[in-house]
């Protein structure tokens, strides 16, 4: 998977223009400032995207940058992050915030590589697919076992890895992204775990695809507000006066994740944690 293209010069930003014109791609750019906490918390996640994503070109522009500035003063970029979709160079659609759901929605409509199989092929393969499909459900299923049993013990570092083996057989489970989601922000909140600064990343990826894929599942609006809330811890090198404008734009989308939750939740456990969390953010806004 290749990631985004730091455009640094005005020059690399036409010559990459120009490229995805004659090619007759999209430009998708993150428009981002090194004081903004909320477009360090989203950076990991545009990345991931632009990998899987290759129907389009992917650019990133420090709108603070010397060689960049010009850029972010022709296209008015006022608040960090703002993503801009560029087609012939012309403007075609704009994201304004660290929204994931919103990069999903991006990357779905003007980054979908479109794929032509052979039809006769595909026809031949037919059996061998809907033949392999319960022994691979048998396997995802042992691994999502293996997975919430490493969970219950404390082994997130396993739990992630089994239910990572289990999303390769069963990848439209949004069970199985809630039960990564959270194993990788038990992993974030270890303390000395490699890598852990990548972890609350991950997580809200995990938590966006499983509301993606389960828009009613009221769980995984919640795994959603957790690790919304967890991305937004990393502020230490943003800017102090910037610091609460962040917190804010982290705050709301908790809420948002927590008011689908309790409006789609029967009564019960789910629905009186997610009700809790609720009121806990909606105090910690009317403070801000």
Not at 83 to 109: M, S, W
Not at 217 to 237: I, N
Request: proline share 5%.
């Amino acid at each position: 998977m290749s990631g985004p293209i730091e455009i640094s010069t005005v020059t690399e930003w036409n010559t990459s223009l120009r490229a995805a014109k004659e090619a007759n791609r999209a430009v998708i750019v993150d428009f981002h400032a090194q004081w903004c906490g909320p477009c360090k918390q989203i950076a990991p996640f545009y990345a991931q995207l632009a990998g899987e994503h290759t129907g389009a070109t992917w650019l990133r522009v420090d709108v603070d940058g010397q060689g960049t500035r010009p850029i972010a003063t022709k296209y008015q970029i006022t608040a960090m992050p703002t993503f801009l979709v560029i087609r012939d160079g012309q403007v075609v659609d704009t994201l304004r915030g660290a929204d994931p759901r919103g990069l999903i929605a991006i990357a779905k409509k003007h980054a979908v590589v479109t794929l032509h199989p052979d039809a006769e092929r595909a026809k031949s393969e037919g059996n061998k697919v809907r033949a392999s499909k319960s022994k691979r459900a048998n396997v995802g299923e042992r691994a999502e076992a293996l997975g919430d049993k490493a969970f219950t013990s404390g082994d997130y570092a396993a739990a992630v890895e089994h239910y990572t083996t289990a999303l390769k057989h069963e990848p439209k489970s949004a069970v199985l992204y809630g039960n990564r989601s959270i194993a990788y922000l038990k992993l974030a909140a270890e303390k000395d775990t490699p890598g852990g600064e990548n972890y609350r990343p991950k997580a809200l990826g995990d938590a966006v695809r499983a509301t993606e894929l389960d828009p009613s599942w009221p769980k995984g609006w919640v795994r959603l507000a957790e690790a919304t809330l967890a991305a937004g811890e990393d502020d230490a090198e943003v800017a102090p006066e910037k610091r609460a404008e962040g917190k804010r734009m982290v705050l709301e989308g908790a809420q948002e994740a927590l008011e689908n939750a309790v409006r789609i939740a029967p009564e019960g456990k789910v629905k009186a944690e997610a009700q809790k969390m609720l009121d806990d953010v909606r105090t910690k806004l009317s403070s801000q």
